[in-house]
């Protein structure tokens, strides 16, 4: 019987201890990181499943602080007619998801028909007052705000291939969820361990979730998500989840 692994082009633990991404601003995250190839010498009969940073190419971004910074590109404006989820202080400190079931529609997460959201996709605006004027937190950083998105990721936890991805919604989202640091000068600095298991597991509940709702090119769309985190995914990954279906709780 095959099995499966899941290796990042470089090891891990020959790397600093978080990768960088682009520099980032409230409204938008972007990920764009790199790691050169690596190649297995893994015995006959295995089925390595590679995760690559960048496959687009940018090679460009500095792996330390004393090293330049890349020329970061203005984010690009929201897309126009997206499902604009509205929260403040009150909403984020209750839990409360009313806003954005209000706003998507989505009063129940077993009733959600994809084909709306794909095309109009959704986004946030975070009116956050903090209590102190001069604290210098990122959104990302303030706990309240990242439990109030580990609730409704909780719920609906496909919600990623939804988002207004060119504004830098997914980015944001993931940086709600995953462990990172910032930087002045490289913005956002994800644990790299962390990201990748986050982007698998959401590779796994996106793709079901897609097929689960008939969706057109659940593979194209799946690989297209993880791609703007900066990850490639390939098809043997996919081979083995149909060969092995799970059925959506």
């Known amino acids: 019987m095959a099995a499966t692994c899941t290796k990042p082009f470089l090891q891990l633990s020959s790397l600093s201890p978080l990768i960088s991404c682009k520099p980032i601003s409230l409204q938008s995250l ?68 009313s806003p954005f079931q209000s706003t998507t529609g989505m009063a129940s997460p077993l009733s959600v028909e994809p084909d709306d959201f794909l095309k109009r996709t959704i986004g946030f605006t975070i009116n956050y007052t903090k209590d102190d004027p001069y604290d210098m937190r990122e959104l990302s950083e303030f706990p309240d705000i990242r439990l109030w998105f580990v609730r409704l990721d909780s719920i609906y936890p496909w919600l990623p291939v939804l988002l207004d991805w060119r504004a830098g919604e997914l980015a944001r989202y993931a940086a709600m969820l995953v462990p990172h640091q910032m930087s002045a000068r490289m913005g956002v600095v994800f644990n790299p361990e962390a990201l990748e298991l986050f982007v698998m597991k959401k590779v796994f509940i996106v793709y079901a979730w897609l097929k689960e709702q008939n969706a057109p090119k659940p593979r194209l769309k799946t690989c297209d998500m993880a791609r703007m ?21």
């Open 229 to 249: 985190l900066g990850f490639g995914i390939g098809d043997e990954l996919f081979d083995l989840a149909d060969n092995n279906p799970h059925s959506l709780p």
């Open 30 to 97: 972007s990920s764009c990181c790199h790691l050169p190839n690596f190649t297995s010498t893994r015995p006959r009969g295995l089925v390595s499943v590679s995760v690559a940073f960048d496959p687009t190419g940018n090679y460009d971004i500095p792996m330390f602080e004393e090293e330049e910074s890349p020329r970061v590109k203005p984010p690009l404006p929201p897309t126009e007619g997206r499902f604009e989820v509205v929260i403040d202080n009150d909403v984020i400190r209750r839990l409360d998801l």
